[in-house]
Nanobody
Framework: QVQLVESGGGSVQAGGSLRLSCAAS????????MAWYRQAPGKQRELVAR???????NYADFVKGRFTISRDNALNTVSLQMNSLKPEDTAVYYC?????????WGQGTQVTVSS
């Protein structure tokens, strides 16, 4: 069974940094697209960043220049380095795996940025 487990969330002041990690289990995912999404209270889940099997990355405009997504195919992990955090980055962050057309989600990790 494919599973994703996120870690690294927490509380930080504006301008600070956090690093999220996601460990995938249940197979090898080097050929699969992986991504980070987030959902703030009362809002829809939105794409933050994604990374292809070859390492090509895409970012939402609101995180460009501040967040960096990376992956380690040998360890089946994807990470999100978040710098210059803003209060509006407060949300639950979810790891996502495109498992041959089926979305697999982690349980989410809370990120809270105070002003």
């Amino acid at each position: 069974q494919v599973q994703l487990v996120e870690s690294g969330g927490g509380s930080v002041q504006a301008g600070g940094s956090l690093r999220l990690s996601c460990a995938a289990s249940g197979g090898s995912f080097r050929r699969n697209l992986m991504a980070w999404y987030r959902q703030a209270p009362g809002k829809q889940r939105e794409l933050v960043a994604r990374i292809s099997s070859s390492g090509t990355t895409n970012y939402a405009d609101f995180v460009k220049g501040r967040f960096t997504i990376s992956r380690d195919n040998a360890l089946n992990t994807v990470s999100l380095q978040m710098n210059s955090l803003k209060p509006e980055d407060t949300a639950v962050y979810y790891c996502n795996l495109d498992y041959y057309g089926r979305d697999v989600w982690g349980q989410g990790t809370q990120v809270t940025v105070s002003s």
